[in-house]
């Protein structure tokens, strides 16, 4: 069974250990391998702890739990357009331990993303993804997500690596 819960600060590490195991599977050969190795789950957690201290209330984090073991998390707030453009939601990150893929959770966790986008009537919901990640954008994609034209490089390590942006919109999915 698995439990979807909001994170509390007892859940730090283990969102660490699930966000470094995450990025070091999913982003094998898709970012430089030295970045891949020289993530910290310590430094992870010592940041995941001090964004969670300085929160502003309007994100979001879940994770998800099987057998009491934490196994995935996602993290959703709000998307700044410039003024005048309409606002939603994004996805900023959602990760689940590599022997957990293709079991529901990222499944269950989408699902809470998605029911929260629509919580706070909001009229989409858009996340970036690697543009090389054929299996996250595969996922996103059953999702009901699109790439919606928008692509930028992000510096990862020295090293830029090209990301494109997929929407879902709120006024036609149910969560």
């Known amino acids: 069974?698995?439990?979807?819960?909001?994170?509390?600060?007892?859940?730090?590490?283990?969102?660490?250990?699930?966000?470094?195991?995450?990025?070091r599977t999913a982003y094998a050969g898709l970012v430089p391998q030295p970045y891949l190795d020289s993530m910290s789950v310590t430094e992870?957690?010592?940041?995941?702890?001090?964004?969670?201290?300085?929160?502003t209330g309007t994100m979001a984090n879940w994770v998800a739990e099987r057998g009491g073991e934490v196994v995935g998390w996602a993290c959703f707030g709000p998307h700044q357009e410039?003024?005048?453009?309409?606002r939603g939601g994004e996805l900023y990150a959602m990760y689940v331990l590599p022997e957990q893929r293709s079991t529901g959770i990222g499944r269950a966790l989408m699902e809470v993303v998605v029911a929260e986008g629509h919580r706070r009537g909001l009229p989409w919901v858009r996340l970036w993804v690697l543009k090389e990640n054929a299996p996250g954008r595969r996922f996103y994609e059953r999702a009901?997500?699109?790439?919606?034209?928008?692509?930028?490089?992000?510096?990862?390590?020295?090293?830029?690596?090209?990301?494109?942006?997929?929407?879902?919109?709120?006024?036609?999915?149910?969560?």
């Open 1 to 23: 069974m698995i439990l979807i819960r909001e994170m509390t600060p007892d859940d730090v590490d283990a969102v660490a250990k699930v966000r470094v195991r995450g990025w």
């Open 44 to 55: 992870d957690a010592r940041q995941r702890r001090a964004f969670l201290e300085r929160g």
């Open 82 to 86: 410039p003024e005048g453009l309409p």
């Open 144 to 175: 009901g997500f699109r790439p919606d034209g928008h692509e930028e490089s992000s510096d990862i390590g020295g090293t830029p690596v090209p990301e494109v942006r997929y929407e879902l919109s709120l006024t036609r999915a149910t969560p």
